[in-house]
């Protein structure tokens, strides 16, 4: 018999994220959820506790997926993490936005990728969360977007040789526009929601 395939999910308890976990979980693999609130359908779920340091935030999901993971590496790891933010440099919140848009999406991606390094199996997958729109200006959500461009960068970086990672795994970014969440439904209730991307799709 098999070993089930194992899968970390950063971000499991989120709207993305919670499909995720369905649908491995449905194929019968072995998931781990890591998020601020636990996801009763995975088999092992890492609770990150806020913190304003990046790097006590580190040590303390780094440790607690090492007891959930011990010495069977994974064969995959999806950084699922993020969030939006609008806004203008001249905006009242813009450093506010900032800040939280690089914590949702750069500490969770750069965590991601350290994981990676540590429990990823050889030919293994690392996949980030980016943005399409993060690969030109975006003037009326800057902090959004400059938080996906460094998460599309850091793909770009994992991609190569000396990046660290397991010998002939692979890093790679899903880039949406718009994901069908109620989230973003609520928010743009207006919108041509035809165009959006069903989250089941991803």
Not at 133 to 155: D, N
């Amino acid at each position: 018999m098999m070993a089930a395939k194992r899968v970390l999910i950063y971000g499991g308890r989120g709207q993305l994220g919670s499909v995720c976990v369905t649908h491995f979980k449905n194929a019968k693999w072995w998931v781990a959820s890591i998020d601020l609130a636990s996801n009763e359908q995975a088999d092992a779920n890492v609770i990150v506790q806020l913190s304003d340091s990046w790097t006590a935030q580190m040590e303390q999901v780094g440790s607690d997926v090492a007891s959930v993971v011990g010495s069977q590496p994974v064969d995959a790891i999806l950084c699922l993490a993020g969030g939006w933010a609008g806004g203008s440099a001249k905006s009242k919140n813009f450093i506010k936005n900032c800040d939280s848009c690089w914590k949702q999406s750069v500490w969770t991606s750069c965590i991601a990728s350290s994981l990676a390094v540590r429990h990823l199996c050889e030919g293994g997958l690392l996949q980030m969360t980016g943005a399409s729109p993060a690969l030109e200006g975006t003037g009326g959500m800057i902090g959004y977007g400059m938080s996906k461009a460094a998460v599309i960068q850091l793909v770009k970086s994992l991609g190569m040789p000396s990046a660290g990672l397991p010998k002939n795994s692979v890093a790679t970014a899903i880039l949406p526009t718009t994901l069908d969440t109620a989230v973003n439904r609520e928010g743009m209730p207006t919108s041509d929601t035809s165009t959006w991307t069903p989250l089941r799709y991803i």
